[in-house]
């Protein structure tokens, strides 16, 4: 794939593909036009230079994106709402034409690890760009990481995800599928299927009703799971009138065949909620004859002076924060066991599976998961301490509790915020020694 490399290019063009390889990049003209106005106007260098103006741009564009989320902000005019709805679209959509090389490549890594699957480039990649909102939302940059190995991370975990239950999926039969889906997700499907909340319970109790009856001979092999004959719809079907009297409004008596009906509908909604229908972003807008959702695309107002050089001091706070968390984290690295630094390399650096270095070093993969816990929480820890020095973060904040860190010291349920910069971080540390 040929690299973008002017500024312009970067946060205003858009992949092309041909089948399931890149054809070339697609240049938006209004965010082409856009992009060059804010590099003639603005009067940061920074802004203009080749190599580090990539970075300042992303996080101009990133701030100006999440300033509809600032708490505590002033009420605004209509006018001034316009005006910052304007800005808030365009600053996504340079942002969405930049992420577009980093989405690629996590789609190309992650479809070449999955060569069985039937999902190829193409379709990882419109998996993992249809998170992008969620990468914007994810991503803090007062943490001092970079958008694009961030995101990086993020969509290969994204897509990760997605391949390995949508491969646990199609294997099932609906009968499966619905003794291995949980009720919180049911609950979602059915309520994204438009049910009334009255409903929704009816269906859940009948559902707990199935689970309770219908148990399989071997639960370990029950992923082609047969319907239930006659006999156990009956015997579900008298179990929730047993016990609908527990609903907060009156139900009918269910029969055999309404069970099924019922149930059949349930793991329908719980596929489409799953993988609902992708929407290329070439396709006609809802309710237009003409147009596409890429020609949504908005022009906006200049930036100030004075918010120029706001920009400026914080994209130089934020470099020297992300230089000084560099260095904290390659100096823990470096106090590592020796096995321990052999492990993360082989991992980060040479992208093996578990499996693959548990082969490779003749040891077990839970063991290697285990290892690679470990050294994780470490790193994380070295993060937690940076930023309660640093950045004035205490342990008890959101912060540390999204990364599983807290006062009793490290917690395995998170690695959810820092975690993923972490993950970013060590991607882009390893793979620059290649």
């Not at 970067?10 to 041909?18: A, K, P």
């Not at 438009?194 to 269906?203: F, K, P, Q, V």
Request: hydrophobic residues 35%.
């Amino acid at each position: 794939m040929r690299t973008r490399q002017t500024l312009i290019e970067i946060f205003s063009s858009f992949l092309q593909f041909e089948g399931d390889r890149f054809k070339s990049w697609h240049r938006d003209p209004r965010l082409q036009r856009h992009m060059e106005r804010c590099c003639q106007a603005s009067t940061v260098k920074l802004a203009t230079d080749e190599v580090q103006g990539e970075r300042y741009w992303a996080l101009h564009w990133h701030q100006q994106w999440s300033s509809q989320f600032q708490a505590g902000s002033q009420p605004k005019s209509q006018n001034q709402s316009q005006s910052t709805s304007l800005s808030q679209t365009i600053a996504r959509d340079h942002l969405l034409a930049y992420l577009q090389e980093t989405c690629y490549w996590a789609a190309y890594k992650v479809s070449a690890r999955f060569s069985s699957t039937q999902y190829g480039l193409y379709d990882c990649f419109q998996l993992a760009i249809a998170q992008f909102e969620k990468v914007l939302t994810g991503f803090d940059a007062q943490q001092g990481f970079d958008l694009k190995n961030y995101a990086g991370a993020t969509f290969r975990s994204f897509i990760r995800d997605h391949l390995r239950q949508r491969r646990e999926v199609d294997i099932c039969t609906d009968w499966s599928l619905l003794r291995k889906v949980s009720q919180k997700r049911l609950h979602l499907a059915l309520q994204n299927q438009g049910l009334s909340d009255r409903e929704i319970a009816s269906y859940i109790l009948a559902w707990q009703a199935y689970k309770l009856v219908y148990v399989p001979a071997q639960e370990t092999g029950s992923r082609q799971l047969a319907a239930p004959d006659l006999s156990t719809w009956e015997a579900i079907s008298a179990q929730y009138n047993r016990e609908r009297h527990c609903l907060s409004a009156p139900a009918n008596t269910l029969i055999a065949k309404q069970a099924e009906t019922w149930m059949v509908a349930a793991a329908k909604a719980v596929r489409s909620y799953l993988y609902p229908s992708a929407v290329s972003m070439n396709a006609t807008r809802p309710g237009q004859d003409a147009g596409e959702f890429i020609d949504s695309f908005t022009d906006d107002d200049q930036v100030s002076p004075l918010g120029e050089l706001m920009a400026e001091e914080a994209y130089s706070l934020r470099q020297q924060q992300y230089t000084q968390l560099g260095d904290i984290l390659a100096a823990t690295v470096a106090q590592l066991e020796p096995d321990a630094q052999k492990l993360i390399a082989l991992y980060y650096g040479d992208t093996l599976t578990q499996k693959a270095i548990a082969d490779q070093l003749g040891i077990k993969q839970y063991a290697i998961s285990r290892q690679l816990t470990r050294i994780k929480k470490t790193l994380l820890l070295a993060l937690a301490q940076w930023s309660e020095k640093t950045l004035h973060i205490p342990p008890a904040s959101d912060l540390l509790n999204h990364s599983g860190l807290n006062h009793s010291g490290l917690n395995h349920s998170g690695l959810n915020h820092s975690g993923a910069a972490l993950e970013a971080w060590l991607t882009n540390y390893y793979g620059s020694k290649i």
